[in-house]
């Protein structure tokens, strides 16, 4: 998931220095502003008392900086441990657990419901159901839990697994992975996977805002070696291993891993296919 830029500057970024975070600060409610003037010829209004603001940080970065509210028209705007936007829940440290848990509280009635009327229902009802209440949830915004601790994507696993034994009419004894298997449905971190290569495809073909296709590149080596015929993209590191998550340093790494055959698809309906079949596999390399 991505935000389009404001103002040419894709990221107010600084490092732990009071002077620095106040000049970013200025260059933000400067940019805010002339939003507020565009709204305005347009007959619009930004609502200054809803807006919410988030410093993103490690705990130790944001411990080093105090920036008590920023302006936005006559309203002080006074910073929020997290906020809500196109459905997803962004915490300032970017744990994604207030999202998570969000993703499983509004689940769970409907999984309860789906379980109080399964009787009624055939399997393939059942299963486009659970697709529309359940796997929507699961699905949105997931590029973003790529490189969570295993503990918070099993919180997520679990309730694919209660999903996935009210369609088939399996009891909780009955072992997951074939039921998952049988359905044909990705466990939730292969399913974090295919939405990121997704993204990549789309970055390489054109199909994709400007702004994500500029954040990924191919390889281009110096020589004409035989990896040039290989469909890769160009590695990135990050400074440090909380930029480890970022969608410009993942995406290469997933990508290159893949076989040459997906990377040179030219169709996109045919890369979906062959992408699950290829996530299938190692799901359930025992099984398939």
């Given at each position: 998931?991505?935000?389009?830029?404001?103002?040419?500057?894709?990221?107010?970024?600084?490092?732990?220095?009071?002077?620095?975070?106040?000049?970013?600060?200025?260059?933000?409610?400067?940019?805010?502003?002339?939003?507020?003037?565009?709204?305005?010829?347009?007959?619009?209004?930004?609502?200054?008392?809803?807006?919410?603001?988030?410093?993103?940080?490690?705990?130790?970065?944001?411990?080093?900086?105090?920036?008590?509210?920023?302006?936005?028209?006559?309203?002080?705007?006074?910073?929020?441990?997290?906020?809500?936007?196109?459905?997803?829940?962004?915490?300032?440290?970017?744990?994604?657990?207030?999202?998570?848990?969000?993703?499983?509280?509004?689940?769970?009635?409907?999984?309860?419901?789906?379980?109080?009327?399964?009787?009624?229902?055939?399997?393939?009802?059942?299963?486009?159901?659970?697709?529309?209440?359940?796997?929507?949830?699961?699905?949105?915004?997931?590029?973003?839990?790529f490189g969570l601790p295993q503990s918070q994507i099993n919180r997520l696993q679990r309730l694919q697994n209660t999903a996935a034994r009210?369609?088939?009419?399996?009891?909780?004894?009955?072992?997951?992975?074939?039921?998952?298997?049988?359905?044909?449905?990705?466990?939730?971190?292969?399913?974090?996977?295919?939405?990121?290569?997704?993204?990549?495809?789309?970055?390489?073909?054109?199909?994709?805002?400007?702004?994500?296709?500029?954040?990924?590149?191919?390889?281009?080596?110096?020589?004409?070696?035989?990896?040039?015929?290989?469909?890769?993209?160009?590695?990135?590191?990050?400074?440090?291993?909380?930029?480890?998550?970022?969608?410009?340093?993942?995406?290469?790494?997933?990508?290159?891993?893949?076989?040459?055959?997906?990377?040179?698809?030219?169709?996109?309906?045919?890369?979906?296919?062959?992408?699950?079949?290829?996530?299938?596999?190692?799901?359930?390399?025992?099984?398939?």
């Amino acid at each position: 998931m991505f935000m389009q830029m404001i103002h040419n500057n894709s990221i107010f970024s600084f490092k732990p220095d009071q002077t620095v975070a106040n000049s970013s600060i200025e260059i933000l409610e400067k940019c805010i502003q002339e939003i507020r003037q565009w709204m305005q010829q347009n007959f619009l209004k930004l609502n200054d008392d809803k807006t919410e603001f988030l410093l993103f940080g490690s705990r130790q970065q944001l411990s080093k900086v105090s920036i008590p509210y920023i302006k936005i028209g006559d309203s002080k705007i006074f910073p929020a441990s997290q906020a809500r936007s196109l459905g997803v829940t962004f915490d300032s440290a970017m744990t994604m657990e207030p999202h998570i848990s969000n993703v499983i509280r509004s689940s769970s009635c409907h999984i309860r419901n789906i379980g109080k009327i399964r009787k009624f229902l055939n399997r393939d009802a059942a299963e486009q159901i659970v697709h529309s209440f359940i796997t929507s949830r699961l699905d949105n915004g997931n590029s973003l839990l790529f490189g969570l601790p295993q503990s918070q994507i099993n919180r997520l696993q679990r309730l694919q697994n209660t999903a996935a034994r009210i369609v088939t009419l399996s009891r909780k004894s009955c072992h997951i992975t074939p039921i998952l298997c049988e359905l044909h449905w990705l466990p939730v971190s292969f399913r974090i996977t295919y939405k990121i290569l997704l993204i990549v495809y789309k970055s390489l073909n054109g199909l994709a805002p400007v702004y994500i296709s500029e954040l990924i590149n191919l390889y281009s080596p110096l020589r004409n070696l035989r990896s040039s015929n290989l469909c890769l993209l160009q590695g990135r590191r990050a400074k440090h291993s909380w930029g480890d998550r970022s969608f410009h340093v993942i995406a290469p790494r997933l990508w290159n891993a893949l076989p040459l055959e997906l990377k040179s698809c030219n169709n996109i309906l045919v890369f979906k296919r062959l992408l699950k079949t290829h996530l299938m596999k190692l799901a359930f390399p025992d099984l398939l």
